[in-house]
Nanobody
Framework: QVQLVESGGGLAQPGGSLRLSCAAAGFTFSNYFMSWARQTPGKGLEWVAGIHGDGSDTYYADSVKGRFTISRDNAKNTLYLQMNSLKPEDTATYHC??????????????????WGRGTQVTIFS
């Protein structure tokens, strides 16, 4: 019954911005650590950012720190990723992922139990 649906991807030029959204349903959204991860054919799956259920702490991969901001609106059951200063290396399919256990940080796929189908982000010169 869990559903995660990403949106907001598209084309952007280097230095540009995009805002991704993930609409969640089928579970108590505010109880779970949520993540954004990205996937490419060459590099595989890479964790990007995470946020605790109450939004008290956020975490970022070194490759995006200072450029991306993860946030959530628990009243709307929605997760966001604001992406600024985009680089060609950010090109990937971006997925929203739910942690398997309540109130536990999870920054790797082994502790995710659901993730969405993804939204494509392409950065080009």
């Amino acid at each position: 019954q869990v559903q995660l649906v990403e949106s907001g991807g598209g084309l952007a030029q280097p230095g540009g911005s995009l805002r991704l959204s993930c609409a969640a349903a089928g579970f108590t959204f505010s109880n779970y650590f949520m993540s954004w991860a990205r996937q490419t054919p060459g590099k595989g799956l890479e964790w990007v950012a995470g946020i605790h259920g109450d939004g008290s702490d956020t975490y970022y991969a070194d490759s995006v720190k200072g450029r991306f901001t993860i946030s959530r609106d628990n009243a709307k059951n929605t997760l966001y990723l604001q992406m600024n200063s985009l680089k060609p290396e950010d090109t990937a399919t971006y997925h929203c992922a739910k942690a398997r256990h309540v109130r536990i940080m999870c920054d790797k796929s082994v502790c995710w139990d659901f993730w969405g189908r993804g939204t494509q982000v392409t950065i080009f010169s």
